[in-house]
């Protein structure tokens, strides 16, 4: 059974960045499939945030990919997401999920953004 | 960027049968979008309900099916149940690597 597990602070300054983990079990991160972030606003709906292959290949949204990075570290099975520039704007839950959601979903992460 | 469209609201009877659809701003809805359909209840994380247009999980209740319809990619449910109330999301993917979710559908069991 794959399992996939957010970890990070959850509480970010404004201006300041956002850095999450997403730890995988049950399955090699070096495997064929992408590794997905989608984050949901509190009250609205997902956003697609982008993904990495573990050849290093990355795919973002559009609307956030000068101030985001996907990173992903074979030695631990696990992958990250680094996002600069915060705003309150930023403040959601954070999942993590295999393959932009086709099956494994973490159980997501409430990041804040505040003083 | 690529709009995703959904119903913001739909109601359907106990029983009943209700279809969802998801519409993309630069035309017709293929295979080639792999839509992929989402199940959220409130507190919880989505759950995947269908992927690649029509295919199931282990995990997908039999009464929930995919397909495309019209132009978009759509969620049958047959046989609605009490537990079936949730926001219901779709996902395609467009060529350059990106993917785009829909607003989402918020379906009430009444």
């Known amino acids: 059974q794959v399992q996939l597990q957010e970890s990070g602070p959850g509480l970010v300054k404004p201006s300041g960045t956002l850095s999450l983990t997403c730890a995988v079990s049950?399955?090699?991160?070096?495997?064929?499939?992408?590794w997905s972030w989608v984050r949901q606003p509190p009250g609205k709906g997902l956003e697609w945030i982008g993904e990495?292959?573990?050849?290093?290949?990355?795919n973002y949204n559009p609307s956030l990919k000068s101030r985001v990075t996907i990173s992903v570290d074979k030695s631990k099975n696990q992958f990250s997401l680094r996002l600069t520039s915060v705003t309150a704007a930023d403040t959601a839950v954070y999942y993590c999920?295999?393959?932009?959601?086709?099956?494994?979903w973490g159980q997501g992460t409430l990041v804040t953004v505040s003083s | 960027q690529a709009v995703v469209t959904q119903e913001p609201s739909l109601t359907v009877s106990p029983g009943g049968t209700v279809t969802l659809t998801c519409g993309s701003s630069t035309g017709a809805v293929t295979g080639g979008h792999y839509p992929y359909w989402f199940q959220q209840k409130p507190g919880q994380a989505p759950r995947t309900l269908i992927y690649d247009t029509s295919n199931k999980h282990s995990w997908t209740p039999a009464r929930f099916s995919g397909s495309l319809l019209g132009g978009k990619a759509a969620l049958t449910l047959s046989g609605a149940q009490p537990e079936d109330e949730a926001e219901y999301y779709c996902l395609l993917s467009y060529s350059g690597g990106r993917a785009v979710l829909g607003g989402g559908t918020k379906l009430t069991v009444l």
């Open positions: 990495i292959h573990h050849s290093g290949s990355t």
């Open positions: 049950g399955d090699s991160i070096s495997s064929s499939n992408w």
């Open positions: 999920a295999r393959d932009r959601g086709r099956d494994y």
